[in-house]
Every structure is written in C-alpha cells, then in structure tokens.
C-alpha cells in the first residue's frame, strides 16, 4: 500500500474512532508523520500507534493526537504552549492550527532533532526551548492554550497559572508513572475560576523534573 493510502485509511480510522473536527483531521492529513518517526519504523508512520523516539521516549499514538489537539478547541489566532516536544509531531499538528506555538522539551537531543524537522517542512511559527516544562515558560506567559503530552502526578500549578483568563484551557495526562491510571483532563479557566472535566484513558510516559545533567543528557 502506499504511503498516501495509508494515510488516508489512518484519518478514516481517526474520524470513525471519535476525532470529527475537520481542521484536526485536514491537520493530521499535512503533516507527513514519516518525518517524525525513527528509520527502524518508516513501515508503521502511519500506524495508529505509539513508536519509540531516542531518549527512551515515544511520538504519541495518531488516535491520541487527534482527540487531544480536538480537546484544545484551538483556533488560528491562538497562543499555545507545548510541554513535551519530543519528535516534534504534535508541535508540527499544532503549528498548522494556531497562530504560534511554544514547545519545551527537557532532552537537548531530542529538541536538535525536531528543530531539524521543523526547519525541513518550514514551519515558521514554532519557538523552542531546552528546559523544565513542568515550570511552563513564564516569560512567555499567558497562553490561550497548554497542551502537554508527558503524564503529571497533579496538574503543574505554574501551567495552571501561565494559562488566559479569559477562557484558557488546557489539555494534559494526568496520574501515574507507570502508565496504568494515566486519564487525559481538560482545564477550563474563566477570570479565577476552574472546572476540569476527565476525557479518556491513555498511556503517557511521565513528566519528569528538572533537565538531565549534561553528561547524561
Ligand atoms: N508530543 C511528543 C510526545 C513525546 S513523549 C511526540 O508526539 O513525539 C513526551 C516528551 O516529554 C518526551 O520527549 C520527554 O522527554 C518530555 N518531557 C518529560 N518531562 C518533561 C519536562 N518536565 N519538561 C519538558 N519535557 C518533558
């Protein structure tokens, strides 16, 4: 099969397994995810499925990226944070959507790779940093949207606070490290109020603190 009927299966899958937001999928279908993966999978780029990246990390599952890019309710005059940029293909998914995104990723390798891949496909309108997520990136702050895609034990209560008054919300894993009781929460903030509604299940690997020391990386 090719490639483009691949693709082209995966956002029917996508659209029958519950994302109907036609700028997601139309999204999903511009960003060629075969740039993203790792040569070892080129065969399974348009699986729906989680793939290994370096680092010991995953490019998350199609299915998932659908749902919580749908989640975000985002629109093109939007300011969005990133925490967790790994590949770079949620980055790359957002970037056809809002008018800019912030990515922070921890893994300094990770980030020259996917910078490398943003630049290839000329997507202009990503700004990157090597650092702590979990912090946000204050200086940038207020986001209309936060998507994070690296589970948290709580919800980070500096995302909270970099997120808009005026109607911000934010999309992230939420529970354990091991991946079991992980569920995806949505985070509406109207002037100091919150709700959080509980989406679906999924299997993120954990947002960890702090930088890796250099010699580790
Ligand atoms: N959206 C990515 C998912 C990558 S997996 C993709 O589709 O490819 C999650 C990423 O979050 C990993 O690269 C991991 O290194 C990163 N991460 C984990 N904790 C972090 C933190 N505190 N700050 C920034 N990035 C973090």
Redesign the pocket.
């Known amino acids: 099969m090719s490639t483009e009927s691949r693709k082209i299966r995966l956002v029917m899958d996508l659209r029958n397994a519950g994302v109907s937001d036609t700028r997601v999928l139309a999204a999903i279908e511009r960003v060629p995810r075969e740039s993203?993966v790792e040569e070892a999978f080129l065969d399974q780029a348009y699986a729906n499925q989680a793939l290994p990246?370096n680092?010991g990390?995953?490019?998350?599952q199609p299915l998932v990226?659908g749902l919580m890019t749908q989640a975000l309710e985002s629109t093109d005059r939007h300011k969005v944070l990133?925490?967790?940029?790994?590949?770079?293909?949620?980055?790359a998914i957002l970037s056809k959507l809002v008018r800019r995104v912030y990515t922070?990723?921890?893994?300094r390798d990770?980030m020259a790779e996917a910078e490398r891949r943003f630049n290839a496909l000329k997507l202009h309108n990503i700004t990157t940093m090597v650092?702590?997520?979990?912090k946000g990136w204050g200086a940038q702050a207020p986001f209309d949207r936060i998507l994070v895609?690296?589970a948290a034990r709580i919800v980070p209560p500096d995302l909270v606070a970099q997120l808009s008054d005026e109607g911000g919300i934010m999309v992230l894993p939420v529970g354990d490290a091991s991946g079991l009781h992980q569920e995806v929460i949505r985070v509406r903030k109207d002037g100091k109020q919150f709700t959080s509604e509980r989406m679906f299940p999924v299997r993120?690997?954990?947002?960890?603190?702090?930088v890796p020391s250099d010699v580790s990386k």
């Open positions: 993203f990246i680092c990390q995953t490019i998350s990226v990133e925490v967790g940029t790994g590949s770079g293909y949620q980055t922070v990723e921890r893994h990770l650092g702590d997520g979990y895609t690296a993120f690997v954990p947002l960890v603190q702090g």
